[in-house]
């Protein structure tokens, strides 16, 4: 089995900085994908931020130039780095990844349990 789990995230006043970060472990072959998404309260879950293993970052366009994605592949982790939080980017942040599990013929999609990341005065 795989799991991810997160850290950091908290709460910060707004144009603040925060970082999270998530590690797979368990029985992690390969990981192709992995990324960011954040739930506000009564929304549906978004798109954050995106890497692939090789480096190749998407990020929605509410964060563009704000947040920074990246990831250590020795240590199956994924950061966000958020700079100039702002009051709507305020949510439960989940970790994301896309895993070739070992012994597993196929690639399956895993979550974090969430982080909240809150940005108030």
């Known amino acids: 089995q795989v799991q991810l789990v997160e850290s950091g995230g908290g709460l910060v006043q707004p144009g603040g900085s925060l970082s999270v970060s998530c590690a797979a472990s368990?029985?992690?072959?390969?990981?192709?994908?992995m990324g960011w998404y954040r739930q506000a309260p009564g929304k549906q879950r978004e798109l954050v931020a995106t890497?692939?293993?090789?480096?190749?970052?998407n990020y929605a366009d509410s964060v563009k130039g704000r947040f920074t994605i990246s990831r250590d592949n020795a240590k199956n982790t994924v950061y966000l780095r958020m700079n100039s939080l702002l009051p709507e980017d305020t949510a439960v942040y989940y970790c994301?990844?896309?895993?070739?599990?070992?012994?597993?013929?196929?690639?399956?999609?895993?979550w974090g349990q969430g982080t909240q990341v809150t940005a108030s005065s």
């Open positions: 994301y990844a896309r895993v070739l599990g070992a012994g597993s013929p196929r690639w399956e999609d895993y």
């Open positions: 368990g029985s992690v072959f390969s990981i192709n994908a």
């Open positions: 890497i692939t293993r090789g480096g190749s970052t």
